[in-house]
């Protein structure tokens, strides 16, 4: 029988959490992810996925989330994702000056990934940076996002319209107005595109 590495038994543990969590089993999938951690402390993904389940949670637990989370980037620094959710969590938190630099890192790490420039340009927006927003906005879209491009379009389009730039809000909405909606949360963002043009179009 092949000699199995602590990692290798942890990383099966994962998989197996990973499996709860897509049936909804969270108290399975915790125990998996928790029992992963025991085989081996350090797996980066074990602290992960105990970190989403604190953030996405119905009553969410932050602070336990961003622990997990900079565990992450703590023991696995290079990995963009420990540093997007980090992002996701103290900007959740009100904390979005500091959310800004772990966006800005997941951004370096992911390049070709098109959520950390959107979850930064979200973030910017709250910051009351538009210009910086509007700019991560386009990147973002820029990259294909594979889920999200009509929403990221309707927040651009906000973050210009709130910057003055409204020709160039008139611009994104008719290109949402010929998308058709993938996602549940998307629907009636087309409609409400085609609303928001016959409102500002005599701007």
Known sequence: ???????????EHCRIGFNHVIWGNTAEALNEF?????????NPRAHCQIGQIHFSAPKPNLAEALKEFQTVTRIAPDWGEGHLCC?????EMGR????ESSYQE????MPSDARPHT???????????LSDAITSFRRGIALKPHYGEISARMMLADALLQNGQIKEALIEWEIVSK???VWDYEE??????????????GS
């Open 106 to 109: 997941a951004a370096r790490l």
């Open 119 to 129: 979850s930064l340009a979200i973030c910017l927006v709250k910051l009351g940076r």
């Open 179 to 181: 998308m058709k909606a």
């Open 96 to 99: 979005s000056d500091e959310a």
């Open 34 to 42: 928790r029992t992963a951690l025991e085989i081996w402390p350090d």
């Open 1 to 11: 029988m092949e000699n199995r590495t602590p990692k290798d038994l942890s990383e």
């Open 87 to 91: 992002g996701n969590a103290l900007d």
């Open 188 to 201: 009636g963002e087309p409609e409400l595109a085609k609303k928001l043009m016959a409102q500002f179009g």
